[in-house]
């Protein structure tokens, strides 16, 4: 079992910054990747942006390109999501993820990972 705690959400203006934290614990040795996806009021949680455990390659999706950065720390099994220029459209709970397997074509969805965290709200005021 792996356990994921997400922290560093909070209300912050458009335009500023935020970072957010994912603290893996348990049975980590395996995972082979992480990630953030985000939930919006109304809508259905998306994919954000995911590391490879092993190599640091990273994915992202288009709403975030330029602006949100995830990168992962092995030694403290924890992945971060540096946030910039944020925008009201990026309030959302956001999620992270873990997987210890591949899935194909399941990069961006959920189906794609195992292990979830209950979520920090980010709120982006204009």
């Known amino acids: 079992q792996v356990q994921l705690v997400e922290s560093g959400g909070g209300l912050v203006q458009a335009g500023g910054s935020l970072r957010l934290s994912c603290a893996a614990s348990?049975?980590?040795?395996?995972?082979?990747?992480m990630a953030w996806f985000r939930q919006a009021p109304g809508k259905e949680r998306e994919f954000v942006r995911r590391v490879k455990w092993s190599t640091s390659s990273t994915y992202y999706a288009d709403s975030v390109k330029g602006r949100f950065t995830i990168s992962r720390d092995n030694a403290e099994n924890t992945v971060y999501l540096q946030m910039n220029s944020l925008k009201p459209e990026d309030t959302a709970v956001y999620y992270c993820a873990a997987t210890f397997i591949y899935r194909s074509g399941s990069t961006t969805k959920e189906e794609g990972y195992d292990y979830w965290g209950q979520g920090t709200q980010v709120t982006v005021s204009s």
């Open positions: 348990g049975h980590t040795s395996g995972i082979y990747a």
